[in-house]
Structure formats: structure tokens, C-alpha cells
């Protein structure tokens, strides 16, 4: 099925570096949505973007609802150790089209 | 319970074998998804319910696998005659629906995930 492109595929960081990821698209959304996922479990949500141009903050966490529809980018500032973990962006294309696409995911580990 | 559970958390099976998987939403959540993640890569949509109204079966890859949602609770992903290639991750997830505000119609909120069922098809 498709998948949005998502980069880096893998970050490896020290703890305190900020990070940056991002995903595009050749679709339009109207939902971008960010979820981490930890070994053995479920996605988990971080942030959710429901207009273009939106800028959200969770903690440390902001992401953008690209102008375009066609794009988001999330930044971790400060990484700390918990921060280690897959992250995925997802849209949801349509209202009542409740399916969500989601990307290849950004691996980050962080180097003691 | 507080989350979405799902079981087993670990299936082995072998070729050609049929499989059951279950899902427990979140009390309330009137909808449940179930998406399938194979070894390092994202998820990918396989049927979500909605209520009462027809499932949406678009992501399910072939007649092989099915889903049922008994009572608007519980579901069950059913795969007939694995194949190695259904080897995967299945997650389920619910969420309830909410008011969008100023679009005509409503999208659910949030879908929070289970834990998943690893499945190994030998």
C-alpha cells in the first residue's frame, strides 16, 4: 500500500542535540499526524496538525502542517534518552475517510 | 480495561494454516481500525469499522483475510491459508468520533493503538 516518504530513515544523536525530521507526499492531506513507537508496542500519538500552515508544540516537541498539504516536518529539541524510538508521521486524506497513510519511519538512537 | 488489548500477543503457525486475532477497543470507541506493520516499515491499512456502517475493506490484501467487529466491541482478523509473506505485526487501534466543527460532516479523533500480534507464518 502507499507510504509517505519519511527522512531520515535514521538519526544518530547525542543527548542534548535537537533533531529534525520530515515527511512528504504526493497526495494532499488534511490531517498530518505524528506517532512514536517503542519496541513491542503500539504507535502512540504526539501531535496532531489539522491546518495547513499549523504550528504545534508538545514539550519539546513542534511540528508544521506544511502550507502545501503536501508535507510536515517534526523537531525534537534537547533529546533525552527516552526520546529513543521510531517515529512515524501519518495523514488522513479525507473527511470520514478515517484510514490513515502512514510513512517508512526515522529510527533515532542516541550515542552516550 | 484503559488501553486497546490485543491477543495473542505472539502467534507461531505454520503454512497453510488458518489464524484468529482479537481485538478489545476502548470501552466507547465506536471505531476500530487494523493496520499491519512488517519488519521495519510503517503501518499499512488493512479494514477500519465505523458504528453500524459497512467496513471499510480497501486495505485488506487479499480474500484471504477478513474481519468481523461482533456486537460494536470485540473484533477478530481472520487470515485463511497463511502464506510466509503474512509474517507481520498486526495492530488494532479505536477511537470515537467527534464533532470537526465548521466542516459538514465528522472524523473520529485520536486512534490509539494496542500492542499488536506478532505473527510468524513458518
Known amino acids: ?112 | 480495561g484503559a488501553g486497546v488489548s490485543q491477543s495473542p500477543s505472539n502467534k507461531v503457525t505454520e503454512k497453510g494454516k488458518d489464524v484468529e486475532l482479537r481485538c478489545d477497543p476502548i470501552s466507547g470507541h465506536t471505531a476500530l481500525y487494523w493496520y499491519r506493520q512488517s519488519l521495519g516499515q510503517g503501518l499499512e491499512f488493512l479494514i477500519y469499522f465505523q458504528g453500524n456502517s459497512a467496513p471499510d475493506k480497501s486495505g485488506l490484501p487479499s480474500d484471504r483475510f477478513s474481519a468481523e467487529r461482533t456486537g460494536g466491541s470485540v473484533s477478530t482478523l481472520t487470515i485463511q491459508r497463511t502464506q510466509q509473506e503474512d509474517s507481520a505485526v498486526y495492530l488494532c487501534a479505536s477511537s470515537r468520533p467527534v464533532s470537526n466543527g465548521g466542516a459538514s460532516g465528522f472524523w473520529t479523533d485520536t486512534q490509539y493503538f494496542g500492542p499488536g500480534t506478532r505473527l510468524t507464518v513458518l
Not at chain 1, 50 to 64: D, F, I, V, W
Not at chain 1, 66 to 78: H, Q, W
Open chain 1, 1 to 112: 500500500g502507499q507510504q509517505l516518504n519519511q527522512s531520515p530513515q535514521s538519526m544518530f544523536i547525542q543527548e542534548g542535540e535537537d533533531v529534525s525530521m520530515n515527511c512528504t507526499s504526493s497526495s494532499i492531506f488534511n490531517t498530518w499526524l505524528w506517532y512514536k513507537q517503542d519496541p513491542g508496542e503500539g504507535p502512540v500519538l504526539l501531535i496532531a496538525l489539522y491546518k495547513a500552515g499549523e504550528l504545534t508544540s508538545n514539550g519539546r516537541l513542534t511540528a508544521q502542517f506544511g502550507i502545501t498539504r503536501k508535507d510536515s516536518f517534526l523537531n525534537i529539541s534537547a533529546s533525552i534518552p527516552s526520546d529513543v524510538g521510531i517515529y512515524f508521521c501519518a495523514g488522513r486524506s479525507n473527511f470520514g475517510n478515517e484510514k490513515l497513510t502512514f510513512g517508512t519511519g526515522t529510527r533515532l538512537t542516541i550515542i552516550p
